[in-house]
């Protein structure tokens, strides 16, 4: 079950990391910056939009699946299938009995798909703006115009929502693995909450069911090649030799997109590691530059000429103290008694805590 859920997780993060390496790695390093090169337009759009064509394709393959074999592509691939649980009597419907109708494929896309994009993009939203309300000036309530208001609010409850998301779905996983099959308990057939709004729970199928799933699904080519070849027509011949080398190609997908993933792992560990694979080359080591100075928020203090000084209280610093966040040094009693009333840099007004606050023994 735990395998199943990852699955996709994992497909999304080996396909990323190939567009990264695509885009960051310099297969086409001259020509990235070209604005005459269509290819390398469309590699960083590809790169780009990356989760949006992955879940458009992930909505195409798990609706395929859906249609065929009552699962999702990654439930399929571990051999699992969708069944109806009857809360009246708590008995699961027999899987050669019951079949997904077109309703329960849309929210089961709707669950497995789309919901969890917007749930990335959301995470992605929120990692932005906090991280822009952590290095930016904090402006007042009464500053705040309605949009920012509305941005700042969201960052603070947002933090609540994925922690009730992240708590639910735990819950379900603990109560799905220490349930047993006498128990009267109807939620404890259910791997998450979105099987237990549907009242689908996954069962594995067994050979004799696997059996009769794939005669069905061969039928059902044969019968669509059958009707092209009918037709006694070149177009249709070929495009019946098409689909049948798409069908061979679709039978093995499953295999490829394994060895896709465990394959860019590798590679993933392979760059990860280059610096210890490479002999040691001291020239080849490049320093970084030293990171440009915060700047000074608009109604912050200004920093005295005199390097010396205190900015709060313009004396000769006593027991020098570093501001992390900022990197500004100041006396300890005047920064500490800043930074424990305002909680923000004088001079950045980047949110600090007295946490932030490092000695500096220069004597």
């Known amino acids: 079950m735990m395998a199943q859920d990852r699955t996709i997780s994992s497909l999304r993060s080996a396909s990323r990391y190939l567009c990264t390496i695509l885009v960051q790695r310099g297969i086409l390093r001259n020509t990235i910056s070209s604005e005459n090169s269509n290819y390398s337009k469309y ?13 458009v394709m992930q909505v195409l393959i798990d609706l395929h699946h859906l249609v065929h074999f009552d699962a999702t592509f990654a439930e399929n691939l571990y051999g699992l299938k969708r069944t109806k649980l009857t809360t009246s009597q708590n008995q699961l419907v027999g899987v050669h009995a019951y079949h997904l109708s077109w309703k329960q494929i849309l929210a089961t896309i ?7 994009y917007v749930k990335l ?14 290095t930016n000036q904090i402006l007042l309530w009464s500053e705040m115009n309605w949009r920012q208001k509305c941005i700042y609010t969201a960052t603070k409850v947002y933090p609540f929502i994925n922690v009730a998301w992240e708590s639910t779905h735990f819950v379900y996983i603990l109560n799905y693995l220490f349930q047993n099959a ?20 996954l069962q594995r199928l067994h050979q004799s069911e696997f059996m009769e799933q794939q005669k069905r699904f061969f039928l059902s080519r044969l019968s669509t090649l059958q009707h092209l070849y009918s037709k006694q027509s070149t177009l249709f011949n070929i495009l019946a030799w098409i689909l049948k080398w798409f069908y061979k190609l679709s039978d093995y997908s ?3 997109l394994l060895f896709f993933v465990f394959g860019f792992k590798i590679l993933e560990w392979w760059f990860s590691n280059e610096n210890y694979l490479r002999p040691n080359n001291s020239s080849t080591v490049m320093i970084p530059d030293a990171p440009k100075p915060p700047q000074r928020a608009p109604k912050g203090l200004e920093l005295p000429k005199n390097m010396a000084l205190c900015p709060i209280c313009l004396n ?12 500004f040094t ?7 008694a800043h930074v424990n009333q305002h909680e923000k ?12 606050l490092r000695r500096i023994y220069e004597k």
């Open 182 to 201: 006498k128990s009267t308990n109807s939620a404890g057939f259910y791997y998450t909450p979105f099987l237990h709004l549907q009242k689908h729970s």
């Open 121 to 134: 993009k959301c995470d992605e939203w929120y990692s932005e703006h906090h991280q822009q309300q952590s």
């Open 345 to 356: 840099c004088p001079i950045t007004w980047i949110p600090a805590t007295t946490q932030h």
């Open 110 to 116: 709707t669950f497995t798909s789309i919901l969890p």
């Open 43 to 55: 590699l960083y759009w590809l790169y780009q939009y990356h989760d949006e064509w992955f879940t």
């Open 330 to 336: 100041f006396c300890y009693s005047c920064i500490y």
């Open 254 to 256: 499953r295999y490829l």
């Open 316 to 327: 000769e610093k006593r027991n020098t103290t570093v501001l992390t966040v900022s990197g």
